[in-house]
């Protein structure tokens, strides 16, 4: 029963990726806001690392099913252990490094990395099944 919640909760993630993806793409401002806006309310900050932690969750439980299960092991850990801390830390930590790195980063990146974060959305569902 478990293995399938964990694929999906994977699937919704890679789906996830991809959206992120095409508006990088196409709206690389709209990508420089939201990157602003990390951890600016609490809602942002957890709604952003609940989900996070249940997909490294996820990816920790289906590492066994998947067809790389040291990677999806050790990428699931990161993602929780990583999750906990940002969740644990003072959020206007979180919101300020994000804000840094959203003056920092010309639009023109989120655009070149619309393609990665494409394909590791759809390498991602890929290994899960």
Do not use: C, D
Request: hydrophobic content about 60%; charged content about 10%.
């Amino acid at each position: 029963m478990i293995q399938p919640l964990a694929l999906g909760a994977i699937l919704i993630a890679a789906l996830w990726l991809g959206l992120v993806a095409v508006i990088m793409a196409l709206s690389p401002q709209v990508a420089v806001r939201s990157l602003a806006a990390m951890g600016s309310t609490r809602a942002i900050h957890f709604g952003e690392h609940v989900p996070r932690a249940l997909v490294g969750a996820a990816m920790i439980l289906r590492a066994v099913e998947s067809k790389a299960p040291l990677l999806f092991e050790l990428g699931g850990w990161f993602l929780v252990a990583s999750s906990i801390v940002i969740m644990v830390a003072p959020r206007q930590w979180h919101n300020h490094y994000s804000a840094w790195w959203a003056e920092r980063i010309p639009p023109w990146v989120f655009r070149a990395l619309a393609l990665p974060t494409l394909l590791l959305g759809g390498g991602l569902a890929y290994l899960a099944t």
